[in-house]
């Protein structure tokens, strides 16, 4: 059998290169010179008689044969490490980057005191957090500059899983200041007239409110302010500029102002954004990244 006259530490280079697409990345993670991680391609090419990777003026193009054999040798790899660290007794400490994307407020609200736990009991983990827009991140974990990501929208991307794992309440809320005066009927018409706080462009979240509880869409929104951070539409809202759909875990952190919040039709099934978290199908994670990934996975389910 091939694997009888097989050096392991080939294939421990092979899983390094191919995971950062480098190998002066794979060097430094293996404290291992450049030169000498080439030499060990080059061996694990001629042992297989294949070739692994194009060198490109770009750098590493992964061939079929790469890919292939990534895939069957990265989980088996983190596995026998498990179990000789089970057999030998041995606690290794988790070390390196973990290149996380998280939506502000919830990352905030609820990602980051995990995180901060997390992170004392393993202070030699980096942690790279990366605020921004579902579908940014999902083309970031697609391209593999994020391990995982934090999503409550995104477009079909047949590499990237995704996973539920938490519901978020939203709610159109205003304050008793900018309603003050104002008729509050419970009627298709009176919401449509209302100044809107959107967050991103073309008030998605507040036509998905209207056919949540209406089923239908408004004919015409009177859009006050646009903004890309929910935290600034929270601002606007409570400053009486108009009223806006926020989560409730933002709306439990207005503190004193939250006395002046209304929040509209409470009584009733309140619209849920479902939160997946989202990882590259095809990419076997680091340990660091996985063991993070899991760990926030096992809390928010476990909540």
């Given at each position: 059998m091939l694997i009888d006259s097989f050096n392991l530490g080939l294939l421990r280079v092979f899983e390094s290169v191919y995971r950062h697409g480098s190998m002066s990345q794979a060097g430094r993670e293996l404290f291992m010179t450049q030169p000498a991680i080439s030499q060990n391609i080059k061996n694990l090419e001629a042992t297989l008689q294949v070739r692994l990777f194009d060198r490109v003026k770009q750098g590493l193009i992964p061939t079929h044969f790469a890919q292939e054999l990534y895939l069957?040798?990265?989980?088996?790899?983190?596995?026998?490490?498990?179990?000789?660290n089970r057999v030998t007794g041995v606690q290794t400490e988790l070390k390196g980057k973990v290149n996380i994307g998280l939506p502000a407020e919830f990352g905030n609200n609820i990602i980051l005191p995990i995180l901060a736990e997390w992170s004392r009991e393993h202070p030699e983990i980096q942690l790279m957090i990366d605020y921004g827009l579902a579908l940014e991140h999902i083309k970031a974990v697609g391209t593999g500059?994020?391990?995982f990501a934090f999503v409550d929208e995104f477009d079909v991307y047949t590499n990237v899983t995704t996973r539920p794992i938490r519901n978020e309440t939203l709610l159109l809320c205003g304050t008793k200041k900018y309603l003050k005066g104002?008729?509050?009927?419970?009627q298709f018409s009176f919401y449509e007239n209302l100044d809107f706080i959107t967050y991103v462009d073309n008030a998605i979240i507040v036509r998905q409110w209207f056919q949540h509880h209406f089923k239908r869409h408004p004919h015409h929104l009177?859009?006050?302010?646009?903004?890309?951070?929910?935290?600034?539409?929270?601002?606007?809202?409570?400053?009486?500029?108009?009223v806006g759909i926020l989560p409730l875990h933002v709306i439990e952190n207005f503190g004193q102002s939250v006395k002046e919040i209304v929040i509209f039709r409470e009584e009733k099934k309140p619209l849920i954004n479902s939160i997946s978290i989202a990882h590259l199908k095809e990419r076997t994670l680091s340990r660091q990244a996985e063991l993070t990934m899991n760990a926030l996975v096992e809390h928010l389910i476990a909540e």
């Open positions: 069957g040798i990265g989980p088996n790899l983190m596995e026998i490490e498990e179990c000789l500059d994020l391990d104002k008729n509050i009927k419970d009177n859009i006050k302010a646009t903004l890309q951070d929910v935290q600034g539409v929270a601002r606007m809202v409570v400053n009486h500029a108009g």
